[in-house]
């Protein structure tokens, strides 16, 4: 574990000098802005008076009480709180805005435009400004709905393909569209700031969870667009390839991803199987496939004869991709064996207080994330001063006291 990062070539991180107005709760924005933040971006948290919601998602809870749910997407952060119902909050929220060179915001549809605040109002002043919109369903007849991750996974399909066919839809165990919506919000920010570097204008960036969702099924959407037919629960097979699945053992369970006839010939030699690969249902994937059921019993009646860890060893040393079902904790000990650093430390500076942090997975060669900061107590940084641009030019012109929120 680390508890700092910088530059291995030495040079400014990729986005310094990059300032955020983040007007996002829950997930997805949060997670967009911190990883912005972790290359260098000052990231201002604007909070109402209660704050984000995800303080309130507790337990669990780090040492000092802090939701980990918030900690997990809140570090390197600024929060100052603005109540966007009175006058004075939203006229220094409106000051916060003139500073930035990027604005997020998940409200519902309109709300932002009653409040002054949407793009096409502060691109009127601010051509360069880059303003990301995330909203569950779009900005169009879906915008009254509620985006919440369940609610997408529900409407969006993605339950009816997970589970077991005789069991219930299931949801995904994390929050799988929230997190795919902001690596979506992050890419459409950092390209609109390439153009933005290149042509001198912003623009506005627009993602939301079921469009996300959708892009995402991937094979799934592509055969259901095809061929007309949705596709149904397979428990952990897939519906193109076998054997790709889980499997018990004589001790845990064990996944084997077989994608070509070469893996599954050295599959069945390392079971003891050998005339299998010849046997006209399981000859070629497509046989397999059509034989899935057959091949699953078979596999597993040899399976019983190990336990999955020794299993796993064996396999990869035939070149047959397996690994067995580890927990969560289980996981972070493998990528820490690997070298992969997948949490980190962050310390406060000012306070000594110190946050387990899960690490950001962009890895560059000539730069590396910075993790400065613990996830900000509400209003932490109220009082600071923030440089806004004049209404007629990106130069900074005057100082907005943020205090006066």
């Given at each position: 574990?680390?508890?700092?990062?910088?530059?291995?070539?030495?040079l400014?991180?990729?986005?310094?000098?990059?300032?955020i107005?983040?007007?996002?709760?829950?997930?997805?924005?949060?997670?967009?802005?911190?990883?912005?933040?972790?290359?260098?971006?000052?990231?201002?948290?604007?909070?109402?008076?209660?704050?984000?919601d995800?303080?309130?998602?507790?337990?669990?809870?780090?040492?000092?009480?802090t939701?980990?749910y918030?900690?997990?997407?809140?570090?390197?952060?600024?929060?100052?709180?603005?109540?966007l119902?009175?006058?004075?909050?939203?006229?220094?929220?409106?000051?916060?805005?003139?500073?930035c060179?990027v604005?997020?915001?998940?409200f519902?549809?309109?709300?932002?435009?009653k409040?002054g605040?949407?793009?096409?109002?502060?691109?009127e002043?601010?051509?360069d400004?880059?303003?990301?919109?995330i909203?569950g369903?779009?900005?169009?007849?879906?915008a009254?709905?509620?985006?919440?991750?369940?609610?997408?996974?529900?409407?969006?399909?993605l339950m009816?393909?997970?589970?077991?066919?005789?069991?219930?839809?299931s949801?995904?165990?994390?929050?799988?569209?929230?997190?795919?919506?902001?690596?979506?919000?992050?890419?459409g920010i950092?390209?609109?700031?390439?153009?933005?570097?290149?042509?001198?204008t912003?623009?506005?960036?627009?993602?939301?969870?079921?469009?996300?969702?959708?892009?995402?099924?991937?094979?799934?959407?592509?055969?259901?667009?095809?061929?007309?037919?949705?596709?149904?629960?397979?428990?952990n097979?897939h519906p193109?390839?076998?054997?790709?699945?889980?499997?018990?053992?004589?001790?845990?369970t064990?996944a084997?991803?077989?994608?070509?006839d070469?893996?599954?010939?050295?599959?069945?030699?390392v079971?003891?199987?050998?005339?299998?690969?010849?046997?006209?249902?399981?000859?070629?994937?497509?046989?397999?496939?059509?034989?899935?059921?057959?091949?699953?019993?078979?596999?597993?009646?040899?399976?019983?004869?190990?336990?999955?860890a020794?299993?796993q060893?064996?396999?990869?040393?035939?070149?047959?991709?397996?690994?067995?079902?580890?927990?969560?904790?289980e996981?972070?000990?493998?990528?820490?064996?690997?070298?992969?650093?997948?949490?980190?430390?962050?310390?406060?500076?000012?306070t000594g207080?110190?946050?387990?942090?899960?690490?950001?997975?962009?890895r560059?060669?000539a730069?590396?994330?910075?993790?400065?900061?613990?996830?900000p107590?509400?209003?932490?940084?109220?009082?600071?001063?923030?440089?806004v641009?004049?209404?007629?030019?990106?130069?900074k012109?005057?100082?907005?006291p943020?205090?006066?929120?």
């Amino acid at each position: 574990m680390t508890s700092t990062g910088g530059s291995p070539s030495g040079l400014p991180q990729p986005l310094a000098g990059i300032r955020i107005a983040d007007f996002s709760r829950v997930l997805a924005g949060p997670l967009c802005s911190m990883m912005l933040a972790d290359y260098g971006a000052e990231v201002i948290k604007i909070e109402g008076p209660a704050g984000d919601d995800t303080r309130a998602w507790i337990p669990p809870v780090e040492a000092d009480g802090t939701g980990t749910y918030f900690a997990s997407v809140n570090r390197n952060k600024k929060s100052v709180v603005a109540d966007l119902k009175s006058d004075e909050g939203l006229s220094c929220a409106r000051a916060l805005v003139a500073g930035c060179d990027v604005v997020i915001e998940n409200f519902r549809s309109g709300v932002m435009a009653k409040l002054g605040m949407d793009y096409q109002t502060i691109s009127e002043s601010r051509s360069d400004i880059v303003y990301c919109s995330i909203s569950g369903f779009g900005a169009g007849a879906g915008a009254d709905l509620p985006g919440y991750d369940l609610l997408v996974q529900a409407l969006g399909g993605l339950m009816s393909i997970t589970g077991h066919p005789e069991g219930e839809p299931s949801k995904v165990g994390g929050a799988l569209v929230d997190v795919l919506t902001g690596q979506n919000a992050l890419a459409g920010i950092l390209m609109a700031l390439r153009v933005r570097d290149a042509t001198g204008t912003g623009q506005q960036v627009q993602v939301n969870l079921l469009s996300s969702l959708l892009a995402a099924l991937v094979n799934q959407g592509a055969a259901t667009l095809a061929t007309g037919n949705s596709p149904g629960r397979l428990g952990n097979a897939h519906p193109s390839i076998a054997p790709y699945e889980t499997f018990r053992t004589g001790g845990g369970t064990l996944a084997i991803a077989v994608g070509n006839d070469r893996q599954f010939a050295a599959l069945a030699s390392v079971l003891g199987l050998w005339g299998l690969p010849e046997q006209a249902r399981f000859l070629t994937n497509e046989c397999r496939v059509a034989s899935r059921e057959e091949l699953r019993i078979v596999i597993e009646a040899a399976l019983h004869a190990d336990t999955a860890a020794n299993w796993q060893r064996k396999f990869l040393v035939a070149g047959v991709p397996a690994g067995r079902v580890n927990s969560v904790s289980e996981a972070f000990e493998l990528a820490q064996s690997l070298g992969l650093e997948p949490s980190i430390v962050v310390t406060d500076p000012g306070t000594g207080r110190e946050s387990l942090q899960l690490a950001n997975p962009i890895r560059l060669s000539a730069a590396a994330p910075s993790y400065r900061q613990v996830p900000p107590a509400l209003g932490e940084h109220q009082g600071a001063t923030v440089a806004v641009h004049s209404p007629n030019t990106s130069v900074k012109a005057h100082e907005c006291p943020i205090s006066a929120i």
